[in-house]
């Protein structure tokens, strides 16, 4: 089996050949490349964007993707959606699921999504959608890319081992992996079953937030992130690709793997990162912060401040702020925040969010802590605590999340989850009257 190499930093101008001499020297596409390859420049920005946030990568490869290709012809998408998709109306609530447990099919990674929510219209490159995926075969001889948005892939049970054009990249719960648009991949599960979730982001690529005052280091550092250096195959048998595009997933049957980029260049590629090794920081002395100081990555939109996407963590931290309320304050806001927990406990909602579970508090709603996590936090004596073992992490977004008919019909949905609101009691008392 080939290994997994990588190389570190994010959004890096990589270079890296699997065969020496296969990269070009001071050029991108020599009349005659090495070994008889194809040049293709794969984009993921328009060719005029500015500098820094231009986006390609040169491959070679032994087949150019135009021959990766067939009469393509749609299959069925199961219950994957893409946005704008309004197939369901509920009234206006949070909701919360636990762990969707499978149905034992085999299934691949593909075959295995299931869209909960989607954001946006993916048409006009804005917004997103959240998916679960619960796979139990590897996909072999399968092949998938997404035109439609990129994928941000978060662990939660089992490994996975994403086979890219780039190089392998192995997955394991507490680390996430970014496959951009066009990226073909083969999942393959090295050790059983597996399952988790995905943003599948149709705005801006994900890059990381500025951490203004924070200053240079802290939050998700550049060195952290890992791009595969290539791997490539050259393997005739019989192969389906999957492609979706426009919301609908196609597939078309050829002749070799896809997978046969020998060498690349650039700074589009596919990366993962441990979410463990995110530095958080915090109030030192009393209040607490938005929960914005915990963003790895984000998706800019248009509007400065105002992200299309942002994924952000909670892993283990220190709690030390005095005479303060340490839980996530009561709040509605205008962003909509889809929450998953990967392990672990999550200090706001210690009962009804289990590992695998998921939750979704939408714009303009109230939400907050439970009664019992309200109890606790008013009444605990504030000594210095940690918060150990947990690993929560949430995708917002700007735009209204419409929940799927998949998911609104679910029996994993809590359907009393929007009452634990009236389970606090008013606390509200007067002064006693002067005598």
């Known amino acids: 089996m080939k290994t997994a190499g990588y190389n570190s930093g994010f959004g890096n101008g990589f270079e890296t050949e ?36 231009n986006q390609r990568s040169w491959l070679y490869r032994i087949r150019p993707t135009l021959q990766h290709w067939g009469r393509l012809e749609t299959c069925d998408s199961g219950d994957w959606r893409t946005a704008p998709c309004a197939e369901i109306e509920l009234p206006p609530a949070p909701m919360r699921w636990s762990p969707i447990v499978a149905d034992g099919r085999p299934v691949s990674f593909i075959e295995g999504i299931h869209t909960i929510t989607t954001a946006g219209d993916a048409g006009a490159m804005a917004g997103m959608a959240t998916h679960i995926y619960g796979a139990t075969r590897s996909m ?30 192995d997955l394991e719960p507490a680390e996430i992996a970014v496959i951009p648009r066009g990226v073909k991949f083969s999942v393959v599960l090295p050790n059983g079953p597996a399952s988790g979730y995905i943003c599948e982001n149709y705005g801006g690529a994900f890059t990381l937030p500025e951490r ?62 441990d979410l463990r090794r995110f530095s958080p920081v915090g109030p030192l002395l009393f209040d607490h912060a938005d929960p914005s ?15 299309n996407v942002d994924f952000v963590c909670f892993p283990d931290r220190w709690l030390v702020a005095e005479d303060t309320f340490r839980p996530p304050w009561y709040h509605m806001n ?31 709603l109230p939400h907050g802590p439970d009664a019992e996590a309200f109890e606790a936090a008013s009444q605990v004596e504030l000594r210095p605590q940690k918060l150990t073992d947990t690993m929560a992490f949430m995708f917002e977004t700007r735009f209204p999340q419409r929940v799927t008919r998949y998911a609104a019909q679910s029996p994993a949905l809590q359907r009393d989850y929007a009452d634990y609101g009236q389970k606090l009691h008013k606390r509200f008392t007067l002064p006693p009257v002067p005598k």
């Not at 100081?293 to 992200?307: D, M, Q």
């Not at 205008?334 to 508090?361: N, Q, T």
């Open 293 to 307: 100081i915990f963003t790895v990555l984000t998706s800019p939109s248009e509007i400065p401040g105002t992200a």
């Open 140 to 169: 072999l001889n399968e092949f998938f890319y997404n035109a439609d948005g990129e994928l941000l892939i978060v662990p939660q049970r089992g490994q996975i081992r994403l086979h890219t054009e780039f190089g392998i990249l």
């Open 18 to 53: 699997a065969l020496p001499g296969a990269l070009p020297v001071g050029r991108n596409s020599p009349q005659n490349c090495a070994y008889g390859l194809y040049a293709e420049q794969l984009s993921g920005s328009p060719f005029t964007a500015p500098r820094a946030a």
């Open 334 to 364: 205008v962003m909509s925040e889809f929450m998953g927990l990967i392990y672990g406990r999550y200090d706001a909602k210690p009962e009804g969010f289990e590992p695998g579970g998921f939750s979704l508090h939408n714009m303009m």
């Open 212 to 273: 203004g005052p924070i200053g240079a280091n802290g939050l998700a550092n550049p060195r952290d992130f890992l791009t595969p250096v290539a791997a490539y195959e050259d393997r005739d048998a019989p192969c389906l690709l999957f492609v979706k595009w426009g919301g609908s997933l196609w597939k078309t049957a050829i002749g070799h793997s896809p997978l046969d980029v020998v060498a690349w260049h650039g700074n589009y590629a596919p990366y993962k990162y």
